[in-house]
C-alpha cells in the first residue's frame, strides 16, 4: 500500500506531460475534482492538481522533443545522481540528468532498457505528494513490458526492489515492493506483459475510485477513451483503463477488501 512516508524506490510523485495543461488541469477537474495550483512564474506553466487542498498530481507542457501526453512515475531516489548512474550501468538511459528543481529535491528523467520511461526524485523541501491511497489520488502503479523478468532485475538493481509473483488469467503477475519493509504491506505496483504490439513498454497509474462505473462514465463524458473494462479481477478488484483528452492512459480501482488470514 502505498503511503506519504515514501521509503527508498517507492513512488513519491506522479505528473503529467500535456500539450493543453489548462484544459487537462479541466479534465482531470471533471473526474477526480482536482483543482489546478500553479507552481509560480518560474515553473514555466507547471502546476499541482490539488485534491481539497492536498496534491495529488502534477501537469505541465511538454518539453521532450516529440514527445506525446503521458503521466510519468517518479520514484524515491536518495541520490539522484547515483540513481542515474546505476540506471546508465544497468542498461538504461539517461535522457535528463540529475539537476535541482528550486529547493524542492533534485530529479532525473531515465527510460529503462525495454523502453519504459520514468524519473527519480531526490527530496529537498518538497517530499512527494500530499495524498495517496484514497477516492481521487495515486494507489498503485503498473510496468507494461515485453520482458517481465528482464525488467524487473534491472529495478532490482537499481532499486533494490522485491516481488512476488501471484498467478492470473494467462500471465504471472509480478507484485513489487521497496526494499526495505513487510513484503506485502509496502507492495506498491505491480509488472505484466505488454497487451501487444500497439501497447508500448511504460508505466501506468491506477487511481482510487470507490465506484469505478460512476467516475468512468464521468471521464468519457469529459472525452477520455475507455481502453479496457470496467471489469471485476478476482483477488483485485474492479478496474479500468482509460485514456484521457491526450492520449494518456491512467486507470481506476476499487480494491477488494483484505481477506481474513
Known amino acids: 500500500m502505498l503511503t506519504t512516508a515514501f521509503p527508498a524506490g517507492s513512488p513519491c510523485w506522479i505528473d503529467l506531460g500535456s500539450p493543453d495543461p489548462a484544459a487537462t488541469a479541466g479534465f482531470y477537474g471533471t473526474v477526480f475534482g482536482w483543482t489546478f495550483r500553479s507552481a509560480g512564474p518560474e515553473a514555466g506553466g507547471y502546476g499541482f492538481l490539488q485534491l481539497n487542498g492536498r496534491t495529488a498530481a502534477a501537469v505541465g507542457p511538454l518539453t521532450e522533443e516529440g514527445a506525446q501526453s503521458a503521466w510519468t512515475t517518479y520514484f524515491h531516489a536518495p541520490d539522484a545522481g547515483a540513481t542515474a548512474k546505476a540506471v546508465e550501468q544497468s542498461g538504461g538511459t539517461v535522457r535528463v540528468p540529475a539537476f535541482d528543481v528550486m529547493d524542492a529535491g533534485r530529479m532525473a528523467q531515465l ?144 480494491g477488494e477488501p483484505p481477506k481474513e488470514s
Open 111 to 254: 527510460t529503462d532498457p525495454q523502453g519504459a520511461q520514468f524519473a527519480v526524485w531526490q527530496p529537498g523541501t518538497v517530499a512527494g505528494l500530499d495524498v495517496v491511497s484514497e477516492d481521487g489520488a495515486l494507489i498503485w502503479v503498473e510496468l507494461h513490458t515485453g520482458a517481465v523478468d528482464a525488467g524487473f532485475a534491472f529495478y532490482q538493481r537499481v532499486f533494490g526492489w522485491r516481488s512476488e509473483n501471484f498467478p492470473a488469467p494467462g500471465m504471472t503477475y509480478k507484485v513489487i515492493s521497496p526494499a526495505e519493509g513487510d513484503l506485502r504491506e509496502t507492495s506498491f505496483g505491480g509488472i505484466a506483459p505488454v497487451t501487444g504490439d500497439a501497447q508500448p513498454p511504460s508505466w501506468t497509474p491506477y487511481f482510487g475510485a470507490s465506484d469505478v462505473d460512476g467516475v468512468l462514465a464521468q471521464a468519457t463524458g469529459a472525452g477520455a477513451t475507455v481502453l479496457m473494462g470496467p471489469e471485476n479481477v478476482p483477488d483485485v478488484g474492479r478496474i479500468a483503463w482509460l485514456a484521457d483528452p491526450f492520449g494518456a492512459p491512467f486507470a481506476l480501482i476499487k
